[in-house]
C-alpha cells in the first residue's frame, strides 16, 4: 500500500487553492438520477469517493463523461438499473444516497447497507423511515435494502437525529413527490444548502435549506442543470492547521469563511490569526499557541470531520485541553497514533484531555480513517524526524493532491508508492 513521508519541521509558507466540497459532490451527483438531460458540475474534486459515486451511478445507467475544462457531464436520462451491489458502496457510507432518488424516479430501489470509515454507527433507520413515512415499503434482507413504491407522496417527518445524509436523501426523494414534504430537525450544513440549490435550478421547490425545517413541494420532472460546487470547508481548516502546527503563513484560495465560523473562532481563540482578504483566506500560526476547549456538535458547531486535526494543534499547545466528541463514538482512534509520537493524551469515556507538549518526533503511523489520515500527516509536518504515514487509501477519499499542496508550499513530503 502507498504510504507517505514526511520529514517535520519546515515552515509552511505560501499560497493553495481549496478543491470542491466532497460532502457537496455526493449528493449533487446522486440528484443526476432525479433528471433528464445532462447535467454539468464543475470544481469537482478529483478523489476516491467521487470515482466510486461515478461507478455507482454508472451501474444505474447514468452517462458520466468529461467536459474540457474536467468538469464532470451526468445524464440520468435513461436509467438502466435498480441496484447499487455491495462490491460497488462496500468502501463508502455516502453510496446511500442513490437510495432516495432511485426510488423517487425507479419507484424501486435494492441497495447494499453501505461500507466506510470505522469511525461509529452512522444508523441509516432515519432514511428508511423517512421514505416509509413517504409511501415507501422497505425490507432488509440479506445485507440489502430493498424498497418500492407504487408513488411517493408527501409526509410530515421528524428526523430523530439531525442527519445530513439523512436530510439529503429525504429531500431527494421529496423533490418528485406528490404533494409537500416537511423535514423538521433538518441537518443545515452547507452541503445540504448546495444539494437544494441545485435541485432548485432542476425545477425544484425547496424552500427552508439551511434551517432546521425544510420544506419540498414535489414537482412532475426534474430537468438537468449546471452547477459550481462549493469549496471543501474542511479542507481549508486542515490548512489552516498546517499553517499552526508550523507556525506558517498560508494564503488559501476559494475558502468560503462564512461556512467556517466554529473553527475559525477556536483557532482564533487558540492564539492564530486566520484573515479575510480579498481573494482568500491567510492563516499564520503564531509561536505559542494556547489550549482551548472543543466540543463537536452539528453544524453550525464544531464539525466533527475537523476534531482529529485541532487535536494535533492541541497536542502542541500551552496548557490543558478537553476535545469531547458527540457525534460518533469511535472518532478517537488516531489517538494511539498520535502518542506513539510523542503527544500526551489521555481518554475518558467520549472525551480526550490533552496536555501540551514542547515538540513531536517522527514515528511510523497507520492511518485508521479520512479524517485520521489527515491529523497524522499534520503531526508529521510538525514533528522532528521522519513520519511514514500508511494505509493512506483513506487520505485519498477526501483530499485532493494533498501531498502535492504541501510539497508546494515548502512541506519535505513524498507519497512511497505500493510495492
Known amino acids: 500500500m502507498d ?38 458540475f464543475y470544481g469537482v474534486p478529483d478523489l476516491n469517493d467521487v470515482k466510486t459515486i461515478c461507478e455507482v451511478l454508472k451501474n444505474l445507467g447514468v452517462k458520466i463523461g468529461r467536459g ?46 453501505p461500507g466506510g470509515c470505522a469511525i ?20 432488509l434482507r440479506h445485507g440489502y435494502i430493498e424498497a418500492k413504491t407504487r408513488g411517493l407522496r408527501g409526509a410530515d417527518i421528524y428526523l430523530d437525529i439531525s442527519t445530513v445524509t439523512g436530510t439529503e436523501n429525504l429531500m431527494m426523494a421529496a423533490a418528485l413527490a406528490k404533494g409537500e414534504t416537511v423535514i423538521e430537525n433538518a441537518a443545515t450544513e452547507p452541503e445540504v444548502v448546495d444539494l437544494a440549490e441545485v435541485l432548485n435550478k432542476m425545477g425544484g421547490n ?65 492564539g492564530m490569526e486566520i484573515l479575510r482578504e480579498d481573494d482568500g483566506t491567510r492563516a499564520i500560526g503564531n509561536k505559542r499557541i494556547k489550549s482551548v476547549d472543543i466540543k463537536t456538535l452539528p453544524y453550525p458547531g464544531f464539525p466533527t470531520d475537523m ?32 502518542r506513539r509520537m510523542g503527544a500526551n493524551i489521555k481518554i475518558e469515556r467520549s472525551s480526550a484531555i490533552i496536555k501540551g507538549v514542547k515538540g513531536l518526533s517522527g514515528a511510523p503511523v497507520m492511518a485508521t480513517d479520512l479524517r485520521a489520515s489527515a491529523s497524522l500527516v499534520l503531526a508529521g509536518l510538525a514533528a522532528e524526524g521522519e ?27 513524498r507519497r512511497d508508492p505500493r510495492k
Open 68 to 113: 474540457q475544462g474536467g468538469d464532470y457531464l451526468l445524464d440520468g436520462t435513461e436509467l438502466a438499473g435498480h441496484e447499487a451491489p455491495y462490491k460497488l458502496v462496500k468502501t463508502m457510507r455516502a453510496s446511500i444516497l442513490v437510495l432516495g432518488p432511485l426510488i423517487a424516479r425507479a419507484r424501486r430501489a435494492v441497495i447494499s447497507l
Open 206 to 270: 425547496i424552500s427552508g435549506a439551511g434551517s432546521s425545517i425544510i420544506r419540498i413541494k414535489g414537482v412532475k420532472q426534474l430537468t438537468a442543470t449546471e452547477h459550481t460546487i462549493i469549496p471543501d470547508r474542511i479542507e481549508a481548516g486542515t490548512f489552516m492547521i498546517a499553517a499552526g502546527v508550523t507556525k506558517g503563513n498560508i494564503h488559501i484560495r476559494n475558502c468560503k469563511l462564512d461556512h467556517m465560523e466554529a473553527v475559525v473562532n477556536k483557532l482564533r481563540e487558540a
Open 387 to 413: 513520519t511514514e504515514v500508511s494505509r493512506v487509501y483513506h487520505l485519498d477519499r477526501g483530499y485532493e493532491k494533498l501531498e502535492e499542496k504541501l510539497a508546494s508550499l515548502g512541506a519535505h513530503i
Open 307 to 338: 476534531q482529529a486535526q485541532i487535536m494535533v494543534l492541541m497536542t502542541l499547545a500551552r496548557g490543558l485541553s478537553v476535545i469531547s466528541e458527540t457525534i460518533f463514538e469511535n472518532r478517537f482512534v488516531h489517538v494511539g497514533e498520535l
Open 120 to 139: 461509529g454507527a452512522r444508523p441509516i433507520n432515519l432514511h428508511m423511515k423517512g421514505l416509509e413515512k413517504m409511501g415507501a415499503e422497505i425490507q
Open 3 to 40: 504510504k507517505i513521508v514526511i520529514h517535520g519541521g519546515e515552515r509552511l509558507v505560501g499560497e493553495v487553492a481549496v478543491s470542491g466540497s466532497k460532502n457537496a459532490t455526493l449528493p449533487i451527483f446522486a440528484s443526476s438520477l432525479l433528471a433528464e438531460g445532462e447535467n454539468r
